[in-house]
């Protein structure tokens, strides 16, 4: 029972390549999120997804692509990576809006280079 | 002003000491608010909900105080397994998401 998983755990790419980083869940959560972690940051949400096939703009969303055409699945692509975007990326399920409380993968570190 | 500000710390105490946290919003139409804990390169983990009668967990007390927009967490007798950085957390204004405060540092010694 893994709950919400993400793979890779660890990437080194390029400036100018796509990445794609890939969220899993088990619970069946409505709410999916990507979170970008800097230090001086704190958290930001990227995107966010309501259901299968309903995205949304977070606080940080340029250079970044979702999709959710799966209840359990919502992966995160860099299009075009830049040295920027070099951080740590969590993904997050909510357990239901009156409790809010967010249950978070184990993050992806990226480093761009 | 920023949605949700924390002092960041660090806040080196001994064990045994009584250390309370402060963390202000500003937008005074959130209705969820939290505390999480982030242990060093791992992922936020709920540590409680805070309610606005206050509410109290083993050592750790939170207070919400609308008016003033402000939320504290107080932990007694801290222990070494305390050390951690501590997320004050509210609801964005459409109420879909979590707005988190960068966070406060926390290292208890011995």
């Known amino acids: 029972d893994a709950g919400i998983t993400q793979s890779p755990r660890y990437k080194i790419t390029e400036t100018g390549r796509q990445v794609t980083l890939m969220c899993h869940q088990t619970w069946s959560h409505s709410y999916m999120f990507w979170y970008r972690q800097d230090l001086g940051h704190g958290l930001r949400l990227i995107y966010y997804?309501?259901?299968?096939?309903?995205?949304d703009k977070g606080e940080v969303p340029d250079g970044y692509v979702v999709s959710r055409s799966k209840t359990e699945n919502f992966p995160l692509t860099l299009e075009s990576a830049t040295r920027s975007q070099t951080s740590v990326y969590f993904c997050a399920t909510l357990a239901g809006i009156p409790s809010y409380e967010q249950y978070f993968g184990p993050g992806t570190r990226l480093t761009v280079t | 002003r920023k949605e949700v500000e924390q002092d960041p710390g660090p806040f080196n105490v001994p064990e045994g000491a009584t250390v309370a946290f402060n963390c202000t919003y500003s937008n005074s139409a959130s209705q969820s608010f939290f505390w999480y804990r982030q242990d060093c390169r791992k992922e936020p983990k709920l540590l409680m909900s805070v309610y606005s009668s206050g509410n109290e967990d083993g050592r750790f007390t939170a207070q919400l105080n609308r008016a003033s927009q402000y939320i504290s967490l107080l932990i007694r007798d801290s222990k070494l397994s305390d050390s951690a950085t501590y997320l004050c957390?509210?609801?964005?204004?459409?109420?879909?998401?979590?707005?988190f405060g960068k966070g406060t540092t926390l290292s208890v010694s011995s």
């Open positions: 997804s309501a259901a299968a096939d309903i995205t």
């Open positions: 957390v509210v609801n964005n204004q459409a109420g879909t998401a979590l707005i």
